[in-house]
């Protein structure tokens, strides 16, 4: 079957540096991906959308210039942190939607990344 | 607005118990997809079914089935002879128009005694 991988699986960083995420769909191409986010004991809540070749779309309350969303090619998805805090420490797992051609209801999750900010 | 509830937030039950997770969605769409996800503590999302909206027939997985009913808008999740690695939270989510970004329900933590 369609695999999503992410990467890292965990990070650790410092207050006020940047991370990157990195969600990569390996044998089928994704024009579209999602960034969701999760904080411990609740929901999962969808970031934004990521468009190959065209600037993301935010949900509502997310700050766009905080998480950074680059989904520069048909398979991969960067999402970076920028000026990490504490209280973005979260799990973050993207999704990809299978076919080229709208919503099928094919959709694949990464593995999810688990970020600490010290 | 579209909306996914799992009014149980917990749920404990005995190993070979049978146990039901109801999910109740709200959506203006005629075309959706409704997704049930096993989360266990490692936390990747395990895919466990899809249904689209024309799709109305009940279905089993071994010990697994659901039952879709648009009257009342519900896709509910039963396991059948719970076991011990049934433990985990899990969600349903409701994909609606022509997009695959999903809007989750809150989860029901499921946990199996021995």
């Known amino acids: 079957g369609a695999v999503v991988s992410q990467h890292p699986s965990w990070v650790i960083c410092k207050s006020g540096t940047s991370v990157k995420i990195e969600c990569r769909s390996l044998?089928?191409?994704?024009?579209?991906m999602f960034w969701y986010r999760q904080f411990p004991k609740q929901s999962l809540m969808l970031m934004a959308t990521?468009?190959?070749?065209?600037?993301?779309?935010?949900e509502q309350g997310v700050e766009k210039d905080k998480f950074l969303i680059n989904h520069a090619s048909l398979t991969l998805s960067t999402l970076t942190v920028t000026s990490a805090h504490p209280e973005d420490s979260s799990f973050y797992i993207c999704?990809?939607?299978?076919?080229?051609?709208?919503?099928?209801?094919?959709?694949?999750f990464g593995e999810g990344s688990r970020l600490t900010v010290l | 607005a579209q909306k996914v509830t799992q009014a149980q937030t917990e749920i404990s039950v005995v190993e070979k118990e049978d146990v039901t997770l109801d999910c109740v969605y709200e959506?203006?769409?005629?075309?959706?997809?409704l997704f049930w996800y096993k989360q266990p503590p490692s936390g990747e999302l395990v895919f466990l079914i899809r249904r689209n909206s024309f799709d109305e027939q009940n279905e089993i997985s071994g010990r697994y089935s659901w039952n879709f009913q648009k009257s009342t808008s519900s896709f509910n999740f039963t396991i059948t002879a719970s076991q011990v690695v049934d433990s985990a939270v899990y969600f349903c989510a409701l994909g609606s128009g022509n997009t695959g970004k999903l809007i989750f329900g809150q989860g029901t933590t499921l946990q199996v005694k021995p």
């Open positions: 990521s468009n190959e070749g065209s600037k993301a779309t935010y």
């Open positions: 959506t203006r769409d005629t075309t959706y997809y």
């Open positions: 999704s990809a939607q299978g076919g080229l051609a709208g919503f099928t209801g094919e959709l694949f």
């Open positions: 044998d089928f191409q994704a024009t579209t």
